[in-house]
């Protein structure tokens, strides 16, 4: 769940200062005073050192009263404005603040410490210009020590990439996403399945069982005729503990969400599962061990194909504090020992609210280490050839602003990019916004496959396996089971083509070809696939095997639909079928019927020479253009006569 983080020069100033104060506290007894030109007297002491205990007593007023006592009989005494300045800070009252910072700097202006505080001030309110000029201007006193003197330049080196990046806008235009989603209360942390169609997110609500006290609980919207409904608690999933930060899976069969300070956790935060199963969410359960250990793992981010889940954690082994981690199951869902995504993307600061997009290539997420325009801003990493992370990319102002982003989700499209903000004009609270992201902070486009597998006789649904394959590499993309009902929906990366196999007990599995390598947009592929119960006459076209044009020699492309009928061959042993070649029109009746007989051969030689199935279980007949299924005056219906089949013969 999202906690508004802070700046790490932020409070690293503040705490400096505080340390002095404390010092100086010491110091009273001692009358002993290193940082001021000189040694204030002993009334000038008197009146600091009660100041020092009006402070410590939150007595703003007779703070206020004894520094300037202080500042009137000792103009050039430093630490009385400091606290005054502090005292002003801790008020809210910043105008104060720098303005007994600037009389300062006017009185004393051969010390560091005067605008080392004024650029502290100045960067905290977003003033950087400022800021800037002030560090500088600390940083050219020769006294300044050497720890003041590195944060310095180091917030130099930062403020001057956020200047150059505030010089630079990208297009950037948010748009509140309205009620019902937004109300009075947070809304923050969105996700979407592929398809678009369930809106989840997080929403802080009054804690019914503590005065004062915060719920946080999870929230989801369905869409209907293209308008999002009222959204609803999720049930068996909110309890009277918070819930948040989640991520849904892109096929909606499960859920992680973070769970903090609950009765069975392993440390302060810890990740939880639920699954969907006939319509309604399991109750959670805790991830245990590998994922979840006594320290802090939050904010979930689940891969398109399912297996890995991104998160963000503080246990050893990190660069610093909180950094992104991810871990990957199995088909048994034994997860494995996180991983740290190293240091391109991890900093000795906070790395928090992981997002990766369902191209698997593209890495949202928020930081504190890595330069940008302000407190925690958003940045995005990209893998290499190689699969690795290495190129981590500021998404740019005014996206970016001067103050703390709440992280960014990107839909599976690629267009449009939601936030959460408390900007002017909202709701209340925190708002969900969506708006359009430019071009180069855009992920790979993502399309989706959604329909459902059915009894080609009985139209009833089936629980069937449904697979992805990369036909170049052979590696099983993603691997999935339809629902109860039949029904099924996975993403689909482009860049690739791909082999669909589905595959259920009892029944002759089906085949597709989806090719998307130099497919540029986002169409959803939207179809049911009929299942044909196993027994003589059933037949499918495998739609995976290549040949080049009027050739037989089979393409490598095919080993991979090859390799998925020998198994189907080796998994029901008793099975008898037939290849069968087919072409369109073109040429000769003669020539058509020996170039579908050598590619039904070809085929049938792979199975038995290669696969080692029994020559005995396998015919191949070629019929040239004589059983067309399609219309041979288009090229799209030769196209799809041009084919090869398999028929179950005994």
């Known amino acids: 769940m999202y906690k508004a983080p802070v700046n790490k020069y932020q409070l690293i100033i503040l705490l400096c200062f505080l340390a002095l104060i404390l010092c100086q506290n010491i110091a009273w007894g001692q009358k002993n005073n290193t940082i001021a030109n000189n040694l204030p007297s002993a009334r000038v002491s008197s009146y600091y050192t009660q100041a020092l205990h009006a402070f410590d007593h939150h007595d703003a007023e007779e703070v206020e009263k004894w520094c300037n006592k202080a500042i009137k009989e000792d103009p050039y005494y430093i630490e009385p404005y400091r606290l005054l300045a502090f005292q002003y800070d801790r ?14 700097i006017s009185q004393v202006p051969d010390k560091y410490e005067g605008y080392w505080d004024l650029a502290g001030a100045e960067d905290r309110a977003g003033e950087i210009d400022s800021a800037l000029k002030h560090y500088e201007m600390a940083l050219s006193i020769k006294d300044m020590p050497a720890s003041y003197k590195k944060m310095a330049e180091e917030r130099v080196k930062a403020i001057k990439i956020a200047i150059g990046l505030i010089n630079h806008p990208v297009p950037f235009n948010p ?15 969105p996700t979407i399945t592929v398809d678009g169609q369930d809106f989840y997110f997080t929403r802080k609500l009054p804690d019914p069982y ?3 006290g915060i719920n946080e609980d999870l929230f989801v919207s369905h869409k209907k005729d293209s308008v999002w409904q009222e959204p609803q608690g999720v049930d068996n999933v909110n ?4 819930e948040g930060a989640m991520s849904i899976a892109p096929d909606g069969s499960y859920m992680v969400f973070t769970g903090c300070e609950r009765p069975d956790g392993e440390g302060s935060c810890d990740l939880y599962l639920s699954f969907f ?27 398109y194909d399912g297996r890995s889940i991104y998160f963000s954690s503080d246990r050893p082994g990190t660069y610093g504090k909180l950094d992104i981690w991810v871990t990957t199951r199995d088909n048994n869902w034994n997860f494995s020992e996180p991983v740290n995504l190293g240091p391109a993307v991890n900093t000795d600061q906070n790395e928090q609210t992981p997002f990766i997009h369902p191209d698997n290539q593209t890495l949202y997420f928020t930081s504190y280490g890595h330069a940008g ?21 500021n998404i740019g102002y005014p996206i970016n602003t001067t103050g703390e982003e709440a992280g960014l989700m990107v839909d599976p499209q690629g267009e449009y990019a939601y936030i959460s903000s408390d900007r002017p004009g909202g709701y209340g609270g925190l708002d969900i916004y969506r708006f359009k992201l430019y071009d180069k ?10 329909g459902s597998v059915l009894d080609v006789f009985k139209n009833t649904g089936i629980l069937a396996t449904i697979e992805l394959v990369d036909l170049v590499t052979g590696e099983s993309v993603i691997k999935t089971n339809s ?5 099924f929906l996975i993403a689909l990366p482009t860049g690739k083509d791909y082999l669909v196999n589905v595959s259920a007990d009892g029944y002759l599995f089906y085949s597709d070809h989806i090719p998307l390598k130099d497919y540029k947009e986002t169409t959803p592929f939207v179809h049911d696939v009929a299942m044909q119960p196993i027994k003589p006459g059933s037949k499918i076209v495998l739609k995976n095997i290549f040949f080049n044009t009027d050739a037989y020699e089979l393409k490598k492309e095919s080993d991979v639909e090859l390799d998925k009928l020998a198994a189907f061959m080796k998994a029901n042993p008793t099975l008898k079928i037939e290849i069968s070649g087919h072409t369109d029109n073109t040429g000769t009746k003669e020539h058509n019927i020996t170039l579908s007989t050598q590619r039904a051969k070809a085929v049938s030689d792979y199975l038995t020479k290669t696969s080692g199935i029994s020559p005995g279980r396998i015919t191949s007949k070629g019929y040239g253009d004589a059983q067309p299924i399609a219309d041979n005056s288009t090229e799209a219906g030769k196209a799809q006569n041009r084919r090869t089949e398999v028929k179950i013969v005994d």
Not at 175 to 189: A, F, Q, R, T
Not at 239 to 242: C, F, S
Not at 373 to 392: C, H, L, M, P, Y
């Open 175 to 189: 748009i509140n996403v309205g009620k019902p989603i937004n109300s009075k209360y947070d809304e923050y942390l």
């Open 277 to 303: 199963v006939d319509g309604k969410w399991t109750k959670p359960v805790n991830m245990g061990p590998p994922v979840n250990t006594k320290y802090k793992e939050t904010q979930p981010s689940i891969s």
């Open 91 to 104: 008020l809210r009252q910043y105008d104060d603040q720098k303005n007994i910072l600037r009389q300062l």
């Open 441 to 450: 902070a855009r992920p790979h486009p993502v399309t989706y496959l959604k």
């Open 483 to 487: 629902h109860k009902d039949g029904s």
């Open 239 to 242: 309890t009277e503990d918070n």
């Open 210 to 212: 503590s005065v004062g």
């Open 373 to 393: 325009v302000g407190k925690n801003d958003i940045f995005f990493a990209r893998k290499n050839t190689k699969g690795e992370w290495d190129s981590v990319t």
